[in-house]
């Protein structure tokens, strides 16, 4: 069945109050996990272009630092933590208790800082998804990354790509104390989750 | 969504699934990870095309031709009718297929990828004439027209002309 342009906008208002409830658990772990200082919330629910990514989420073309968690299975999809270098460096810096890293190549310990960091927002994701959809969902570890943005996105884009020309993901920002960070989570479902998602917005009293 | 690119503008980004073709002082770019930025380029005419290649196989579905390999090379061959390039004068050279979770992680596209990709230019009797394909690492591509250099760029590695 075709959607159409208003069953669209409607779908996305859903995902967008869905998504918005998850990243209220999100960001309560990651405040605990940041003694306060940090926050994260959902900047928006977005169905973009296949070939407008890139330039719609503004990725530029330098390397950033990177945690991804992967959902394998139908019910799947992929999160992704993306920071410039510096700004992983602070917040593993502040986790860590030390002055900012300064060599070149990151230690395991702020490699580790970071990737619990991801281990954490993602669960707390999967943990208010897996309440939604009713079925278990379950992560991958982290993996660290530092890379083109764009080219670690893409893989995460791979099975929304197989099945059409709009991918669906979640936008969401951090906020140190108030203060808008220029880091940001991206959350990729695959279409059965996207579809597990939207029945479960359907099915609600 | 295709594109035949004036002259005037120097850069074009080539999105996931896009194609794009042109002449010098045209540079096009991409940053690709698991999918495939493949140029073709006719020396004596000095005119390219350059496609973002995401997926193998169409297997019949729709949708904009560069997305799948098996539909980017003959619809980068038709656009390159427009400059009466035949395949035969033709050389390809391609950058990307990488597995970024490594090469144990999920979603591992990559090597169907660049496997596809050579199939099809196979089919259509082009000859790679240079790739930098494979690995872990994401690839910042340019291919220019003017001479059909394609640099390949990866974080912390040194840059690769092919």
Redesign the interface.
Same mark, same amino acid.
């Given at each position: 069945m075709l959607e159409t342009a208003h069953d669209n906008v409607t779908t996305l208002a859903g995902l967008q109050e869905l998504f918005a409830s998850a990243t209220h658990d999100a960001s309560a772990a990651m405040c605990r996990w940041t003694d306060g200082i940090i926050t994260v919330t959902l900047d928006e629910v977005r169905q973009i272009a296949? !070939? !407008? *990514? %890139?330039?719609t989420l503004a990725?530029g073309?330098d390397?950033m630092t990177m945690v *991804?968690m992967?959902l394998?299975g139908e019910l799947g999809g992929?999160i992704t933590l993306m920071f410039d270098d510096l700004g992983g460096r602070q917040l593993a810096a502040s986790l860590l208790g030390r002055a900012v890293g300064t060599e070149p190549e990151w230690s395991e310990l702020e490699k580790s800082a970071l990737m619990e960091t991801g281990n954490i927002l993602g669960c707390a994701y999967v943990n208010a998804l897996t309440r939604l959809v009713g079925m278990d969902l379950r992560p991958?570890a982290p993996?660290f990354?530092?890379?083109?943005g %764009?080219?670690?996105?893409?893989? %995460?884009?791979?099975?929304q790509? %197989?099945a059409?020309?709009n991918l669906l993901l979640c936008d969401v920002g951090f906020h140190r104390q108030g203060e808008k960070l220029d880091w940001r989570v991206v959350f990729v479902p695959t279409p059965g989750l996207q579809a597990s998602l939207q029945r479960s917005l359907h099915s609600a009293p | 969504m295709i594109t035949t690119t004036s002259t005037k503008t120097l850069d074009t980004l080539v999105g996931m699934g896009q194609i794009a073709a042109g002449g010098p002082p045209q540079k096009m770019k991409a940053v690709v990870g698991s999918c495939i930025a493949l140029s073709l380029y006719h020396s004596r005419l000095n005119r390219g095309v350059m496609a973002h290649v995401v997926l193998p196989d169409s297997a019949g579905r729709g949708g904009a031709p560069g997305k799948f390999a098996d539909t980017a090379v003959p619809q980068m061959l038709e656009l390159l009718k427009e400059f009466s390039a035949t395949a035969s004068c033709l050389t390809a050279k391609l950058a990307g297929g990488a597995n970024m979770f490594g090469s144990s992680g999920p979603l591992q596209i990559g090597d169907a990828n660049v496997e596809a990709v050579a199939h099809a230019l196979r089919a259509a009797g082009i000859r790679i004439t240079a790739q930098d394909v494979g690995g872990n690492r994401g690839r910042r591509v340019t291919f220019e027209c003017e001479g059909g250099a394609m640099i390949v760029e990866s974080a912390g590695q040194p840059t690769k002309t092919l």
């Open positions: 296949l !070939e !407008e *990514v %890139a330039a990725l073309d390397p *991804v992967t394998d992929s991958s993996y990354i530092q890379d083109f %764009a080219s670690v996105l893409q893989q %995460a884009l791979m099975t790509a %197989a059409g020309d | -």
